[in-house]
């Protein structure tokens, strides 16, 4: 279903800078429009960049981790059901045209297929944590040498905890002396997920710009076309159906599809013209930035709700340093912990901020940054055979999305940055926030 020419080339340039337009890159390879339903692109058929070498001497011992889980199926079963009632509906009273009868089958179809499933981990999303376990290894093999100790957590949701298990797997059938320690708790919540404990400031941040979301969608999404394919008579459907909420389920389903095998030969996007799907990503782009990312609109502060997250991985990071034990903490959640905390490291551009709206898919492309699975790979390096516990002897290297990263202290050489330098930026971006009432 996926469209692996364009996604090789896609690869290939970059994930935030690409020569294509967002419209070109939209509308050649619609999957993408899914946003962050986007299914992880890299497979093991399609080629992944290629890394820098380690700077002369130096080779990897620790890798501090967080990832989102796999593709997974719809988290609210109303936008399974909500279309069905709406064409029903349209169906009883002898509205529904062939075209309509036709999106009924299929929504039908999908809907008995995700009983008891809302939420759930799929069978392509397992194999997305899989593969990047196995690139993980190849990549670092120094890391998974021997008995390496491996801490993994996972937030309490079960997809993330089904990710953490197909990942530490995998790494277990490829080095099977590996000491790996799994974990999933409430009493971790309040730095693996947001939402959790005391901390209200990203509720209350979403819920501060969510009239901003709303009002773009009333003014810019436009369902008459849509909804006049599938249906005899506009004028009953206009009184009758709510058309842009009609029109937004079935997107969201259509953009779902990909991280099911067992909907490979199933799409919706036909249902949508290119200027439709284009403004259906464009709009959840927007929701996207403004509700989890370093938005002016939602005061830049959005990023901070990870400053535990941040902190823990510090923590755990300097802890590895001091002993010199090969090993990786490996952390399991939520694209709305991914993103904020790109942004609060300052990854790439994803801490981009911006006032027009309209103008922000020219510059931040959420499909780029949180597909499903989406990670971040911060891989510590010291001098070949030294067990030092110096920090200005650590140099560290981020993937995003495994893809080398820029960060926002000055690199020792390419992609590779002194721990104490960005440490110390990182430790003083988080005391910023102490005064805060949160």
């Not at 004028?235 to 997107?251: E, S």
């Not at 919706?268 to 938005?295: P, Q, S, V």
């Amino acid at each position: 279903m996926r469209h692996i020419t364009l996604v090789i080339i896609a690869v290939i340039t970059c994930l935030t800078v690409n020569a294509a337009t967002p419209r070109k890159q939209i509308i050649g390879n619609f999957d993408r429009s899914a946003s962050n339903h986007y299914a992880y692109p890299f497979g093991t058929d399609v080629e992944i960049p290629k890394l820098t070498p380690a700077p002369e001497g130096y080779e990897p011992f620790h890798i501090d981790h967080y990832g989102r889980h796999g593709s997974r199926w719809l988290t609210n079963a109303k936008t399974y059901e909500r279309p069905l009632k709406q064409l029903t509906k349209a169906k009883l009273a002898g509205m529904l045209n062939l075209q309509g009868e036709l999106l009924l089958r299929q929504l039908t179809l999908v809907n008995e297929t995700s009983q008891q499933r809302v939420g759930d981990l799929s069978d392509e999303g397992a194999e997305q944590h899989q593969q990047i376990a196995e690139r993980m290894f190849r990549n670092f093999p120094e890391v998974f040498q021997g008995n390496a100790r491996i801490n993994a957590k996972s937030t309490v949701i079960i997809r993330c905890i089904l990710s953490m298990q197909n990942e530490t797997m995998r790494l277990r059938s490829l080095n099977p002396e590996l000491n790996i320690h799994t974990d999933a708790s409430y009493h971790d919540m309040y730095y693996m997920g947001w939402g959790y404990g005391e901390d209200t400031l990203a509720n209350d941040l979403r819920k501060s710009v969510d009239p901003i979301s709303n009002e773009m969608y009333d003014q810019y999404l436009h369902s008459e076309r849509f909804i006049a394919q599938l249906v005899n008579d506009t004028a009953w459907a206009a009184a009758n159906l709510n058309g842009r909420q009609l029109m937004r389920d079935v997107f969201d389903i259509a953009g779902s599809l990909q991280g099911h095998h067992w909907f490979n030969d199933m799409s919706l996007y036909h249902y949508f013209n290119n200027n439709e799907i284009f403004e259906l990503w464009r709009l959840k782009n927007i929701y996207w930035y403004i509700h989890w990312a370093n938005a002016p609109q939602n005061g830049n502060r959005m990023p901070f709700i990870e400053r535990a997250l941040l902190r823990d991985m510090i923590q755990q990071a300097g802890a590895a340093i001091a002993t010199g034990e090969r090993g990786a903490n490996l952390r399991f959640g939520h694209e709305t912990c991914v993103l904020p905390l790109a942004c609060l490291m300052e990854i790439d551009d994803v801490n981009y901020s911006c006032d027009d709206l309209n103008t922000l898919h020219e510059h931040w492309q959420d499909f780029n940054i949180i597909p499903k699975a989406c990670n971040i790979q911060m891989v510590f390096y010291r001098p070949k055979g030294s067990t030092s516990n110096s920090l200005t002897d650590v140099l560290v290297k981020v993937l995003f999305n495994e893809h080398e990263a820029t960060l926002p202290v000055k690199p020792v050489t390419g992609p590779y940055y002194r721990w104490s330098d960005l440490q110390q930026y990182y430790e003083k971006k988080l005391d910023t926030v102490i005064d805060w009432n949160v």
